[in-house]
């Protein structure tokens, strides 16, 4: 029992938590960063699609050759190479055989591997696949030593650390991932313009970003769409490996006669669902978010053809398109993070680095290959001098071979030949001795030599070697060639319209005229009309009128809550004057407890004055009181147990302010400070238990007119009750209104 205990002692470790915590978090992080997420710079590819592509060569699933089921390679990778979930392993390899994925597809799909609209590929014992020729070219020099191999998880097997590459395939189907703490972006590009640039760098080795550029002028999606980032902020990022690039769907307008037109999407930007599309397109109809949208329609067969209905022939088709690509995935970002493992360590790189270091990833796949290939030809040289030598003394070996006890070690002594060119002529069959075969040797030979003084050559010189890359690239781009369907260009540039769109919508929105009701109770209506006697307006039992104020549809209506938030609502979006309307609390997040004091049109740069119950306040922008958020945007500071009294238009040059003492106090307006937001200054000075009754702005050139019932009174010696801002004033003049505010 004691041995146990004392073995079971030496499998302890004893350290802080923490510091195991962060060695096995940091191994990890680690390992997650180099075997899952980031693409290796040299072949583009992370380890599983790497395994992938390994797995169906062994399987001799050549593009020329018949299709396996997807489940005998993802379990021959998952049981050879990578021993992680099926699942994993058969989703990307699904989205390597999805061309609108991944630009130039690896794998080639019989089945159903999932499309656009966003459904999933059939299950993998349905799915058959082989690979592509593109797959191919990078696999291509396996077999001839180009790329070093490890060992496999289980070290009964070996793979490739890396491919050969024959094509620039990490800028071609870009990748994307997130590792602890790091992340990789990089959007596919079009192969022929990438080799285009690669071989411009080997000509001319110090070309700059923007020189490259003049032939990558930007990403090339499998999707298509237009690009409307612009070209400096397109080599900021090329340049620094990070930025974004703005795309949008390629559209054009249908022209259906008598003046009706339709816009026919037929383009998406990429990784955009397009059945998610329509059904944002769909809810932005039915939540009155895009008012100048009438329908939505899907017509789409093999090919992308969405039908976009304009709400009237008069609108503009560009200002629709802008006020939707504000609103819905017609308009996306692709961001830009080429962080790469460079010499297996996670690097930010531009696309000049990155071209450098997989032509340099080229260049020893080269020089690699062509070793491989001059040790071949050696040892067959070496083979054919034997040969050679055997015929110039074909009797003697016959001879020697009948009578010689051990007649190979007859001829290395006799022949001077090495062990393995004295049994390769052992071994030689009776029809290879005439004469024939001896001319076809020579010849032979001496195409040998002459491969192999060249490959010589290649390898002492730098020079030749690029040459050499150069060369294979170049028949790598005939695969890719611009004029065919796979090697075109599918994304365009375009500059997108400036087009101060708030304006074009408010001109291209039917102006009719409405007046806004608000009762007691918050419920809101718009009725139609202005001039309406809203003193017959009808209201649920126990409610009553509380704020009423004439707009047009195409204004935005501000409502100032007691808390001091300000909420606005566009008034197209009001409900409807019939019945009663909605409460207000269905639309914006207004607490029970919290009354609406004031409701007015938006007009900009108007100034208003707002003032607590309390005595503070100031002046502001109505500008300031726009918000989107439903709830609301917090204006005016209110301490707690007190609440927003007044929000008037500051049209005037005098302010008179009274409590509910009945004093007044007259002072010049400019001595209110004009803020964007806070509590405010001290209006009027108040003893405890006193408030701010009212306040008025007014124009000293007209004088202080009031209030009383029905009528308006004049105050002529107004003058007398002037003082200072903060004053506590005097008692009002005889006649002011027994209500003890200026509106009577």
Excluded at 40 to 52: F, M
Excluded at 278 to 306: G, N
Excluded at 420 to 430: D, G, P, T
Excluded at 608 to 614: D, E, F, G, I
Aim: glycine letters at 8%.
């Amino acid at each position: 029992m004691s041995d146990l205990i004392d073995a079971e002692d030496e499998r302890i470790k004893n350290e802080p938590l923490s510091e195991a915590l962060t060695k096995r978090y940091l191994a990890y992080a680690l390992s997650t960063i180099t075997s899952r997420a980031l693409p290796d710079v040299r072949d583009g590819l992370k380890p599983v699609q790497r395994r992938i592509l390994y797995g169906m060569r062994e399987l001799r699933l050549n593009p020329d050759g018949g299709y396996r089921k997807c489940a005998k390679v993802v379990g021959e990778v998952m049981g050879n190479y990578h021993p992680h979930g099926d699942a994993s392993i058969y989703d990307t390899m699904v989205r390597l055989a999805q061309d609108f994925s991944v630009r130039y597809p690896l794998v080639d799909g019989q089945g159903n591997f999932g499309n656009i609209d966003g459904d999933s590929a059939a299950a993998m014992r349905y799915t058959e696949s082989r690979m592509t020729e593109a797959a191919k070219l990078l696999l291509e020099g396996l077999d001839e030593n180009a790329v070093d191999f490890k060992q496999t998880y289980d070290e009964n097997d070996k793979e490739p650390a890396v491919l050969p590459a024959g094509f620039p395939n990490l800028l071609a189907n870009g990748a994307t991932g997130i590792a602890v703490g790091m992340a990789t972006s990089i959007p596919p590009h079009n192969v022929a313009e990438v080799i285009g640039a690669a071989l411009r760098l080997i000509e001319r080795p110090s070309a700059s970003t923007e020189e490259l550029m003049e032939i990558v002028p930007g990403p090339d999606f499998p999707t298509g769409g237009v690009i409307v980032e612009p070209k400096a902020s397109i080599l900021n990022a090329y340049e620094t490996g990070r930025g974004s690039f703005r795309m949008r769907a390629h559209h054009h307008v249908e022209d259906l006669g008598r003046g009706q037109w339709q816009i026919i999407v037929t383009e998406i930007p990429y990784q955009v669902q397009k059945s998610r599309l329509i059904e944002k397109l769909a809810e932005l109809i039915e939540t009155k978010k895009a008012p100048l949208l009438a329908d939505i329609r899907d017509e789409s067969a093999e090919d992308i053809r969405l039908v976009i209905e304009p709400k009237s022939r008069t609108v503009d088709s560009e200002i629709l398109m802008e006020s939707l690509y504000r609103v819905c995935d017609l308009e996306t970002r692709f961001s830009l993070n080429m962080n790469v493992l460079h010499h297996g360590t996670p690097t930010v790189m531009g696309l000049r680095d990155v071209l450098k270091a997989y032509l340099e990833h080229r260049r020893n796949v080269v020089t690699r290959r062509a070793q491989f290939r001059l040790d071949k030809i050696e040892k067959r040289l070496h083979l054919l001098d034997g040969f050679l030598i055997a015929y110039l003394n074909i009797d003697e070996i016959i001879r020697i071979i009948r009578e010689e006890d051990d007649p190979k070690l007859e001829l290395i002594n006799r022949f001077a030949l090495s062990e393995i060119q004295a049994e390769a002529v052992l071994n030689l069959r009776l029809r290879a001795l005439r004469k024939l075969e001896e001319l076809e040797i020579r010849k032979e030979h001496e195409s040998l030599s002459d491969e192999r003084d060249t490959i010589i050559k290649m390898l002492g010189s730098e020079a030749r070697q690029w040459t050499q890359v150069k060369k294979q690239l170049l028949v790598a781009r005939t695969s890719f060639a611009p004029d065919t369907a796979l090697g075109r260009r599918r994304s365009e540039f375009k500059s997108a319209p400036v087009i101060d769109l708030d304006a074009a919508l408010e001109a291209s929105q039917p102006k009719e005229p409405i007046t806004v009701v608000l009762s007691e109770k918050g419920w809101i209506r718009a009725m139609k009309g202005h001039g309406l006697d809203v003193r017959s307006t009808k209201f649920k039992e126990g409610d009553s009128l509380h704020l009423v104020e004439e707009m047009f549809t195409i204004d935005k209506l501000i409502l100032m809550a007691s808390d001091g938030r300000a909420f606005t609502m566009p008034c197209d979006k009001l409900p409807s004057g019939r019945g009663h309307g909605e409460p207000i609390r269905l639309s914006i997040d207004l607490e029970d407890s919290v009354d609406i004091v004031s409701l007015f049109k938006l007009v900009a740069n108007r100034k208003r004055l707002v003032a607590s119950n309390a005595g503070y306040g100031f002046r502001l922008s109505e500008n300031e009181l726009e918000s989107n958020r439903k709830a609301g945007k917090s204006v005016v500071t209110i301490p707690q147990g007190q609440q927003l009294k007044i929000c008037d238009v500051a049209d005037g040059d005098c302010i008179g302010v009274i409590g509910t003492n009945r004093k007044l106090l007259i002072y010049p307006l400019d001595e209110l400070p004009e803020m964007a937001r806070g509590k405010g200054v001290k209006l009027q000075s108040y003893n405890k238990g006193i408030e701010l009754a009212d306040l008025i702005v007014f124009d000293s050139e007209h004088g202080l007119v009031v209030k009383t019932g029905d009528r308006h009174r004049l105050f002529p010696d107004w003058k007398d009750w002037q003082g200072k801002r903060a004053q506590a004033g005097r008692m009002a003049p005889r006649g002011f209104p027994r209500s003890g505010t200026f509106k009577g």
